[in-house]
């Protein structure tokens, strides 16, 4: 049975960090406080806390996972990432709660699913215009335009279009998944954030078109600082909005003005190689320091569950 000063690590094929992660806790000798990767053998409604934190890395593509993160939280485990808001990620919302904090984003559209569940028949989709007035829609994000998921990552299912016979060329292969359209921007510059605990953010040059192995750029002077602050500042204040413990945050640079892209990355790629070792033990430093301070109460996660009042009135036996 681990301690409740334990930290867990729910991981998946990623090798460097976890490792990292584990000897930085152990070399920190706070008195208590280990970390492991977590066991897990099934969860009955009596399990009592195993874990003071859990860092996930892996729910999204292991739904059991995600029960149990769901469960650790209600007997009182910190979550790197909150399991609740990450399971109610979209990109759409995710967009218009930016716009509407003042942080540059491109115009964005959320389109009805090409193809739906066997249920689903023409009477269950009466509330939905037919045929989609594509030409407006298109003409309000212009070409080229991206058409991408509204949930999930890692560049599926992404596709940049030019025109209209395009778009629907493209959309005709999403089935039943939601996309969004999205203004393309033609960026001079394009950054990486990685953000840990809503505050620390390591802005990384990068480069999208680069293959996956290459793409993190060790560059330390790439922003003027004018520009470097303000990607931390929009950065700070898209994770303090979303939620996010462990994010990262890619803004694409044109004209001088930082466009949000992609923000909804709560299992970002930590992994040696890729990320390069100056970035690599950062991360892993400030990790460590944000587990930690929530491990031993140093620090508390923003927000509260709405059911802690209702727990804490039922008493223990609740």
């Known amino acids: 049975m681990s301690s409740p000063r334990t930290i867990g690590l729910l991981v998946g094929r990623e090798e460097s960090f976890p490792t990292a992660f584990i000897e930085e806790?152990?070399?920190?000798?706070?008195?208590g406080v280990s970390a492991e990767l977590c066991r897990l053998e099934g969860t009955r409604l009596d399990d009592p806390r195993r874990y003071a934190v859990l860092i996930d890395r892996?729910?999204?593509?292991?739904?059991?996972?995600?029960s149990y993160l769901k469960y650790a939280a209600l007997v009182g485990t910190v979550v790197i990432n909150n399991p609740f808001w990450w399971s109610a990620d979209e990109k759409f919302f995710g967009t218009a709660l930016l716009a509407r904090l003042g942080v540059a984003t491109p115009r964005t559209v959320v389109l009805p699913n090409k193809s739906y569940i066997e249920d689903i028949s023409p009477a269950s989709l009466r509330n939905l215009a037919y045929p989609l007035p594509w030409e407006r829609l298109a003409e309000y994000v212009g070409f080229p335009a991206i058409l991408k998921p509204n949930t999930g990552g890692g560049f599926k299912s992404v596709y940049k279009v030019h025109s209209?016979?395009?778009?629907?060329?493209?959309?005709?292969?999403?089935?039943?998944?939601?996309?969004?359209?999205?203004?393309?921007?033609?960026?001079?510059?394009?950054?990486?954030?990685?953000?840990?605990?809503r505050r620390?953010?390591?802005?990384i040059r990068w480069d999208p078109?680069?293959?996956?192995?290459?793409?993190?750029i060790v560059d330390h002077d790439h922003l003027s600082p004018e520009l470097g602050a303000r990607v931390v500042r929009d950065a700070r204040l898209i994770n303090e909005a979303l939620g996010y413990d462990m994010n990262t945050v890619e803004l694409a640079i044109r004209g001088g003005v930082p466009y949000a892209i992609d923000f909804t990355n709560p299992a970002p790629d930590f992994e040696r190689a890729r990320i390069r070792e100056p970035y690599f033990a950062w991360v892993v430093e400030k990790m460590a320091d944000l587990a930690i301070a929530y491990a031993t109460g140093a620090d508390h996660p923003p927000g509260r569950m709405r059911w802690d009042r209702l727990l804490a009135e039922a008493g223990p036996e609740g």
């Open 200 to 203: 620390e953010v390591l802005p």
């Open 25 to 31: 806790v152990a070399r920190r000798g706070v008195p």
């Open 164 to 197: 209209l016979e395009e778009l629907w060329r493209c959309y005709d292969e999403t089935g039943q998944q939601t996309m969004i359209l999205q203004e393309y921007i033609a960026y001079d510059h394009y950054v990486r954030c990685i953000c840990i605990g």
């Open 58 to 66: 892996i729910s999204h593509e292991v739904p059991y996972y995600r």
């Open 209 to 216: 078109r680069l293959p996956w192995t290459e793409r993190y």
